[in-house]
């Protein structure tokens, strides 16, 4: 069972950053695909960013310019760097792999944007 544990989350001020982090418990190498999505309040969880296995990456318009995804294969991690975070950026956010068709999320982690 792969096992995926997300960290980095919390209270920021608009205009502020966070870096959030996802620990995966098998090689990254395996997997079709890496994201992050986010469910915000009352609200569909929608994908944030995504890495293909060849390494294009794939942004919602709404945090183009602003997020980061990126993967360290010898750590086995997926990173996702968020800047000039807006308060509709709050949401929790999910770590997930693919393996087709399998795939595998982790518990989530808040971020919250605020004043």
């Known amino acids: 069972q792969v096992r995926l544990v997300e960290s980095g989350g919390g209270l920021v001020q608009p205009g502020g950053s966070l870096k959030l982090s996802c620990v995966v418990s098998?090689?990254?190498?395996?997997?079709?695909?890496v994201a992050w999505y986010r469910r915000a309040p009352g609200k569909q969880r929608e994908l944030v960013a995504d890495?293909?296995?060849?390494?294009?990456?794939n942004y919602a318009d709404s945090v183009k310019g602003r997020f980061t995804i990126s993967r360290d294969t010898a750590k086995n991690t997926i990173d996702l760097q968020m800047n000039s975070l807006k308060p509709e950026d709050t949401a929790v956010y999910y770590c997930?792999?693919?393996?087709?068709?399998?795939?595998?999320w982790g518990q989530g982690t808040q971020v919250t944007v605020s004043s």
């Open positions: 997930n792999v693919v393996q087709y068709p399998a795939s595998y």
């Open positions: 890495i293909i296995k060849r390494g294009s990456t």
């Open positions: 098998e090689s990254i190498f395996i997997f079709n695909a």
